[in-house]
């Protein structure tokens, strides 16, 4: 099959002198839609949290994607580079977060904000994996209309390969990396979150929703990865493998560790199941 030539698209648009980037636009709208969700899963029994809580949590989250998200990229993949340009750490419009880094900045978040207003951590943690999956996907999507982080050369029995209008791409049929994340990380991982959310057992067992995302989100990085084409400043790492898939082990050790014994270190005992 012949491969899509994708146009060079806009990066955002204006509103009056303003430009609005895609990418902003992503987080942005997967924070709103999330805070809707999570003001309503919190609401359901047991309650994890009321709908002022949640409303003030939504600074913290803000917070902690960005920043995590941001310092997660300069320690993981360009630590070298960022410690002899340091101003360039805050330069965020120039592009680079991590995924791992605003997962570590968020539950940092959801500790501090669970402590400060005496909720159950791993249930209120709970609630707020359900909606992780949307800023996933829709940051996927930002990624895929930006042209950034493309695939590697597609095979001859992929149907749908892509030439990206980057230069750095080479001008050659790659596997729309992008789409196939936005697909396992985002849509698949947020209708199987969805669903689980339904058993009242679940959501009565404090950290099993949250050891549940972590173990299935670090699968579906792992696998959409083998898509991806490495940044080129860091290329393969030993065996293969890529920074994403390294960071994502961990995740499958600490998701098991949730499913397990999350109902037992709950810090409200008498609320687990």
Request: proline share 8%.
């Amino acid at each position: 099959m012949s491969p899509i030539i994708l146009p060079e698209f806009p990066k955002g648009f204006h509103i009056g002198p303003i430009f609005i980037h895609y990418y902003a636009l992503a987080y942005i709208t997967g924070l709103i839609l999330g805070w809707r969700l999570v003001r309503r899963m919190c609401a359901e029994k047991p309650v994890a949290a009321s709908g002022e809580q949640v409303d003030d949590f939504l600074t913290w989250a803000t917070l902690g994607v960005i920043l995590g998200g941001r310092l997660g990229y300069v320690l993981f993949y360009q630590p070298g580079y960022f410690l002899t340009h340091p101003l360039n750490i805050f330069a965020v419009w120039d592009g680079g977060m991590s995924s791992h880094g605003g997962f570590i900045g968020v539950s940092l978040a959801i500790i501090w904000f669970s402590k400060k207003n005496g909720l159950n951590i791993f249930r209120f943690a709970d609630r707020i994996a359900i909606a992780v999956p949307i800023g996933l996907g829709l940051g996927r999507l930002a990624n895929f209309i930006n042209g950034e982080l493309w695939g590697r050369p597609a095979d001859p029995w992929f149907p749908f390969p892509m030439i990206f209008p980057s230069p750095y791409a080479g001008g050659i049929p790659r596997y729309p990396s992008e789409l196939i994340e936005m697909t396992t990380e985002g849509i698949l991982l947020f209708l199987i979150m969805f669903l689980a959310s339904r058993s009242q057992r679940l959501r009565a067992s404090p950290g099993k929703l949250t050891g549940i995302f972590l173990v299935l989100y670090a699968c579906a990085r792992i696998f959409s990865e083998c898509f991806r084409e490495p940044d080129a400043f860091l290329g393969f790492l030993p065996f293969g493998t890529t920074m994403g898939q390294i960071l994502s082990i961990p995740m499958i050790f600490i998701g098991i560790g949730f499913i397990m014994y999350g109902p037992r270190l709950s810090p409200n005992r008498e609320d687990a199941a």
